[in-house]
């Protein structure tokens, strides 16, 4: 069963909030990250604060009992083989999360947060067009129209636009964020299922964060093993350990809003928010491999563009209703 759509506006700017706290994560974490010279200790930080904060609200809110419940039963469920169970691959939204929090801690103090969302951007708009083509979303399947495939076209040009005159970064940080992108409009599509089953997207959130803390762990583990041990240093500012909360934030939002919008949609509208605030975190903070102002400029303006493209026929759909 297809969910009921919000008007397209409703959902784009719930989205573009998302994409704001979005990119004012990635620079916190990118400078916490620099400044402790460690991006995997950033990202635990990062992670295992917001975990605390779920852990907390799970506790004290009635609706995260009842959630934290429902999971409980979901889960028995599944091991008997029962249809409304929740199946293992639905608990695994965290693991694109730690993905992307590894990648801003250890590349975004380098490239900058707007090359950082170009790369998101266009592993969102890849990955966002096939989940929804594949109904592995809670909107079900969503059709690939000439429109929205215009759009996801637009989208993946404001990515090419960052790479004119080349990029003066390791390869392995221009790669990381097109994979976070995919990782992201999976991890929406995942949490926004696992919503539905639970009833409650701070329970979903709240798996989000235990699977990627539980990840981010091991690669801490591994890498003070193997390459050098964590800081004995820490900065004193308390704005730079804020980053899990504005996650707990903008994942909880996208989990609510997925089923109403769809995964490209809800990407598309995200980038509004996270290119443009990229654009201007860069400007005012640059970092040295950031894209030069018009490059930018440009790619925000095509964003932009490629979410009124793909949003054209959603409204349709809704009139025909």
Known sequence: MTSRRLPAWIGISAAAVIGILTAIQARINGQLGTRLGDGFTAAVISFGSGLIVLIVLSLLIPQGRRGFAALVAGLRRAEQGGARGIPFWMLCGGVAGALS????SLAVGIIGVALFTVGVVAGQTVSGLLLDRAGIGPAGVV???????AGGGLA????????????????????LPFLVGAGIAWQSAVNGRLRQRVGTPLTATLVNFIGGTLVLGVAEIVHSLTVAPPPTVYPTEPWLYVG?????????????????????????GTVVGQVVTSVVIDALWPTAAAPALWQSLLMSSLAIVSVVVAAVPWRWTRRER
Do not use: C
């Open 244 to 268: 899990g909360v504005i996650g707990v934030t903008y994942i909880f939002l996208a989990a609510a809003l997925v089923p109403y919008t769809g995964v490209l949609l809800l990407g598309l």
């Open 101 to 104: 929090v590894a990648t801003q």
């Open 156 to 175: 993946m040009l404001a990515a090419a636009v960052s790479l004119v005159g080349g990029v003066h970064a390791p390869p392995v940080l221009i790669v």
């Open 143 to 149: 059709a690939v129209t000439p429109a929205r495939l």
